[in-house]
């Protein structure tokens, strides 16, 4: 991989979908995938599985490309602080992406304009709310925990400069948020999330004919939400970093070594005469994670991956015994994984992820909590 295709590839988590990072032989792509996770919890009464099924078809050229993506899930699950167990069979809103691209000389531009389809489940009664996993560790147990919301529209752009030996990137998109009703037995309580801007700059260095050095730089800022019209709540701003490290073995040993931060400023709450005041202290937990991902191309069109990953969410600003204090998490993750090309232009993947979570007591938990998930993810790709 090119030090470009390298930049949008870590651009196109900010604005395009995996499958545009580099041109394809074949502009055709049909992508299915089925993963099923499941967690029992020692500490706490908790347990929970899901299962998920992703759809993808998309058409990718040089110059432009449009995909579409559906995912199917089913969930059930109980949390410490729920009465009653969450179930939930659905399908999820449907993902529209779009681009174009042109180069000029050491120039590419890329820009587009995606949306989401409001195809999912978004209301819900009062005692599916009641049980419904709001704290952050849901984000570490399960891979969907949104099913809908409201018609979002995101345009986005990016540019990549090719400097000798360096490549530097910037992009940005803008999610403007559909209104949506949260709720069937509350009227006249439609939700609409604040718009969202997202920028990320980006930088690739040449260390060696095969190896290459990335720094990724981002920051986030959500206007406010509304309920019924009013303001109810503004979520801080997010500054996130990331380094990698790629290597590019002779013997066909592909490295990839990352270490990332993120940190989220104070949050507004809903205040005195129906106000948007910044809260105390810092309800948001500071992030960081560590992770190596190797992957072997082996012979007879087989490879085979292993990744290891840690990721530690710090104790948040509020005091011990506080009714916000999240006194953090730490999680460990390991997944093997194999990959077989079926012909040149098909594959299929198996990867199975073991995860250790550990949970410390606060005020979303009566004791200390330890997660075991297990979750299997089985692919098939094929280009026409």
Known sequence: MTPR????????????PAWAQEQPASPW???????????????????????????????????????????????SYLIPAGTERFEITTISDTDIATYYLHTFGAVTLRGGVDARIPTGKHAYTDTELSSIFLDDLSGDLMLVNS?????????HFLAIYNFDGFVAGAGFKYEFTGEYDPTTDTADDNFNPGDRLTALVNAVYTVGESRYAMLTLSYSRSEKDTQGGV???RAGDTYSAEGRLIWRWANGLTSVASASYRTQTKDELLGEESLLVSEISNSNNNLYELFVNNVYQYAGGVSFSGLIGYKQALANGYAEGDALYDAGRAKLYLEPGVIYNLSDTSYASFKLRYTYLRDLADAFSASDATYSLINADISLVTRF
Not at 46 to 61: E, I, K, M, P, W
Not at 147 to 155: A, K, L, M, Q
């Open 147 to 155: 099913y809908g919301g409201g018609f979002d529209v995101t345009p």
């Open 29 to 75: 792509l049909v992508s299915l995938s089925a993963n099923y996770g499941a967690w029992r919890a020692s500490g706490v009464d908790s347990d929970g599985s899901q299962a998920l099924g992703f759809v993808q078809a998309s058409y990718a050229t040089d110059a432009y490309g449009a995909s579409v993506t559906g995912v199917g899930a089913r969930t």
């Open 5 to 16: 295709a390298l930049i949008i590839a870590a651009l196109a988590a900010l604005a395009v």
């Open 231 to 233: 303001a109810v709540y």
